[in-house]
Each structure stands twice: as structure tokens, then as C-alpha cells.
Nanobody, 124 residues
Framework: QVQIVESGGGSVQPGGSLRLACATS????????IAWFRQVPGKEREAVSC????????SYAGSVLGRFTISRDNRGNTLYLQMDNLTPEDTAVYFC?????????????????WGQGTQVSVSP
């Protein structure tokens, strides 16, 4: 049974940093893609960053490029999202998700497994 649990959300002032963690377990496939999405009320879920475990390739939304960094621990069980220079526009619930697709996927519809989400709030 695949399990995904996010942590690390919180409140921070503009310009601050947070690191989100996504603990995963139960995958039986050797390669898959895993990603961070975010969602604000009334808007569609947005892909923030994605990582393919097959080759380590990554992708970022234009709005976070240069500020956010996705990574995995050496054991491959935990995914991280380092978020720097945060702005109020980054305020959202952040979700970790995984798909059996082994390549970069940015459509939320392609993801099979989701965590419960963690709130990130950026305000003065």
C-alpha cells in the first residue's frame, strides 16, 4: 500500500524559506515520478515541481524557477522541496503526489497517489 505523508508547512514572512518533506512508502515499481503540487481555494491544482526517479530529471513551474529546489534523500524514501525567497503568491496547500509514469508529468490527473497536503502561508 502506497503511503505519502507531507510535513514542513507553516507561516513565514516574505523573503523567508521553508523546506517541505514528503515521506513515501509502499512503492513496488523501480521507477516512477513524484511531484509537488499546490492549490489555493477556487483555483486548479498547480504543478510546482516534478522529479523522475528513472533519470533524476526535474521540472519547475516558471513562477518558482530559481527559488524552489526539489530533491530526494539517498535512500529515495523522502522527497524535499526547498522553498526560498517566498512571496505571498506562494501561499497555498502543498501536496506531494506520485505516479507510475517514469517520466516527468505535470498534469495532476496523471498522478495516482496523493498526500493529505500541508499549508504554506506567506504574509508580512
Amino acid at each position: 500500500q502506497v503511503q505519502i505523508v507531507e510535513s514542513g508547512g507553516g507561516s513565514v514572512q516574505p523573503g523567508g524559506s521553508l523546506r517541505l518533506a514528503c515521506a513515501t512508502s509502499g512503492f513496488i515499481l523501480p521507477y516512477y515520478a513524484i511531484a509537488w503540487f499546490r492549490q489555493v481555494p477556487g483555483k486548479e491544482r498547480e504543478a510546482v515541481s516534478c522529479l523522475s526517479t528513472s533519470d533524476g530529471s526535474t521540472s519547475y513551474a516558471g513562477s518558482v524557477l530559481g527559488r524552489f529546489t526539489i530533491s530526494r534523500d539517498n535512500r529515495g524514501n523522502t522527497l524535499y522541496l526547498q522553498m526560498d525567497n517566498l512571496t505571498p503568491e506562494d501561499t497555498a496547500v502543498y501536496f506531494c503526489a506520485a505516479t507510475s509514469k517514469a517520466f516527468i508529468v505535470t498534469s495532476s490527473e496523471m498522478y495516482d497517489y496523493w498526500g493529505q497536503g500541508t499549508q504554506v502561508s506567506v504574509s508580512p
